[in-house]
């Protein structure tokens, strides 16, 4: 199974930067195709599709929602961070479709 | 729009059976695989199964396999998840989920569903 690998916490402040990886035990790449989607949870909500394919953005997402990456390792940036960005982020992938895995999880606070 | 609506949860003794039903709208559920995914309390994501649209074949994770039984009602655009020989470890929210036409990612999520295995 792909393993993927995520930082549980990262601190912000409101209008900066926020940049998460997600490192895969092996490659999720095929043929240029990055097979690496990114998920926004807010407490007590279900996921939201962000990014899919590494670095298109999903329907309805705002553009300071941004993706990249290829191969093992995987970047979803925020920029700048707004107050409603504070949930957890989740990597997905699916180069072992249909068997999916997600990464564990990053809690984006404030600092 | 698109609708994902699950029931049935509650709470269960370790070793019984529960099954899970999620109703779907504002699709054709029938040009669709489904999916189950479920959540831990203070935990992260884990897929469970996965169907493809029209049954013919199903996908599990190891620690659910012989367990559970994902399935669907083409007519009634609904998917089911029977859950047998129930452990504590089962105990999550679950979640169905709409695989995206090329099986990459989930686009739509239903709200969850809470499932809590204990004696």
């Known amino acids: 199974d792909i393993v993927l690998t995520q930082s549980p916490v990262l601190a912000v402040s409101l209008g900066q930067r926020a940049t998460i990886s997600c490192r895969a035990s092996q490659s999720v790449s095929i043929s240029s195709i990055n097979l690496m989607h990114w998920y926004q949870q807010k407490p007590g909500q279900q996921p939201k599709l962000l990014i899919y394919?590494?670095?298109n953005l999903a329907s309805g997402i705002p553009a300071r929602f941004s993706g990249s990456g290829s191969g093992t390792d995987f970047t979803l940036t925020i920029d700048p961070v707004q107050a409603d960005d504070i949930a957890a982020y989740y990597c997905?992938?699916?180069?072992?479709?249909?068997?999916?895995?997600f990464g564990a999880g990053t809690k984006l606070e404030l600092k | 729009e698109v609708q994902l609506v699950e029931s049935g949860g509650g709470l269960v003794q370790p070793g019984r059976s529960l099954k899970l039903s999620c109703a779907a709208s504002g699709f054709t559920f029938s040009d669709y695989a489904m999916a189950w995914v479920r959540q831990a309390p203070k935990k992260g994501l884990e897929w469970v199964a996965t169907i493809i649209y029209d049954g013919s074949s199903t996908y599990y994770r190891d620690s659910v396999k012989g367990r559970f039984t994902i399935s669907r009602d083409n007519a009634k655009s609904t998917l089911y998840l029977q859950m047998d020989s129930l452990r504590s470890e089962d105990t999550a929210t679950y979640y169905c989920a709409r695989p995206s036409s090329d099986w990459d990612n989930f686009d739509y999520w239903g709200q969850g569903v809470m499932v809590t295995v204990s004696s």
């Open positions: 394919r590494a670095s």
């Open positions: 997905q992938q699916s180069r072992e479709s249909p068997l999916y895995t």
